[in-house]
Nanobody
Framework: QLRLAESGGGFVQAGDSLRLSCAAS????????AGWFRKGQGQERQFIGQ????????YYSPSMKGRVNISRDDTENILYLEVNNLKPEDTALYLC??????????????WGQGTQVTVST
């Protein structure tokens, strides 16, 4: 069973950049498509982007594209999310997720607990 654990969240100021990490255990990211979501207070969960299996292509939400970058370190089995030029509206719980090889594109089976990012002005 794949398990995911996010880290790297915290309190930042508007304009800062942040890199979040998601460590996998019980399996390898190289065998899954994996990505990031976020959920602000009182808001629905929002897709940020993903790296797909097996081609390792990255796809981003149009609303986030240009400000985020998702990468993967297969040696360390870690998925990263970099967010640049953070804004107060980026305040949210950031969640790492993975889906099995033949799952439909947005049908993620495995989820971490999330890491909170709070952006102040």
């Amino acid at each position: 069973q794949l398990r995911l654990a996010e880290s790297g969240g915290g309190f930042v100021q508007a304009g800062d950049s942040l890199r979040l990490s998601c460590a996998a255990s019980g399996g390898s990211f190289s065998d899954y498509s994996a990505g990031w979501f976020r959920k602000g207070q009182g808001q629905e969960r929002q897709f940020i982007g993903q790296i797909t299996w097996p081609d390792r292509r990255t796809y981003y939400s149009p609303s986030m594209k240009g400000r985020v970058n998702i990468s993967r370190d297969d040696t360390e089995n870690i998925l990263y999310l970099e967010v640049n030029n953070l804004k107060p509206e980026d305040t949210a719980l950031y969640l790492c997720a993975a889906r099995d090889q033949h799952a439909t594109p947005m049908n993620f089976d495995y989820w971490g607990q999330g890491t909170q990012v709070t952006v102040s002005t």
